[in-house]
């Protein structure tokens, strides 16, 4: 049975969580305190399987507490993270300090032994809310990102060609004979060209790849 070391400075929230891990059954809990350096004492001492920690303490913050679980010397595992923060700040912090999860206070604390169960498993267990956030930071990233490509990397070198061609006047069916392919395979190349460069037909398509140095 995994051990499990609570840190929480609020009495009342500790003792739900208390509650809701031997009311479980699934983890032996070893260990319940309300600071920083009452828990780096005992992760140094008994360190437990599972550190299940707020990140506002009274004389520290649970993300340094975090980071002790990379240190060799010491053998607690996993780390997730139970608190009333839901901002980017903190997640982002948190997750980058090794945690393997995040959950919000305001959740169903007898939800809290499904969780870690994940978190054992190698799941990632985060609240909703969280979750939605981590999912739109990501998709804006991926689109500052693909903006910051250069222009000629949009198309592939076989869809350029194609469209070079097609720059040319030449028709889907004298090109697909140029190149050896396909009629068809051609039609499937210059529909993604319209697509990658938002635009509806070729005389759009060679404007658009003109302006972009792409041709």
Do not use: C, W
């Amino acid at each position: 049975m995994k051990t499990i070391l609570i840190v929480e400075d609020s009495e009342a929230t500790r003792h739900r969580l208390e509650e809701a891990i031997t009311g479980g059954g699934q983890f032996e809990l070893i260990g319940s305190v309300s600071t920083y350096n009452e828990a780096l004492s005992f992760i140094r001492q008994t360190p437990p399987d599972i550190l299940l920690t707020d990140l506002d303490l009274p004389d520290g913050n649970g993300v340094d507490l975090i980071k002790l679980i990379n240190l060799p010397v010491v053998r607690t595992e996993l780390a997730i993270v139970i608190t009333v923060f839901g901002d980017g700040y903190h997640v982002i912090e948190a997750l980058k300090a090794g945690a393997s999860g995040y959950l919000l206070k305001d959740d169903n604390f007898m939800d809290i032994n499904e969780a870690i169960s994940q978190m054992v498993e190698g799941g990632a267990p985060i609240s909703p809310s969280i979750a939605r956030y981590l999912l739109n930071e990501l998709s804006m990233a991926e689109t500052a990102t693909e903006k910051e490509k250069p222009a000629d990397s949009i198309l592939s070198p076989r869809e350029k060609e194609v469209l070079l061609l097609v720059s040319k006047g030449y028709t889907s069916k004298e090109i697909a004979k140029t190149l050896d392919l396909s009629y068809y395979t051609v039609r499937e190349y210059v529909s993604n060209v319209y697509k990658k460069l938002s635009v509806k037909n070729k005389m759009q398509a060679v404007s658009e790849a003109t302006l972009l140095g792409i041709i």
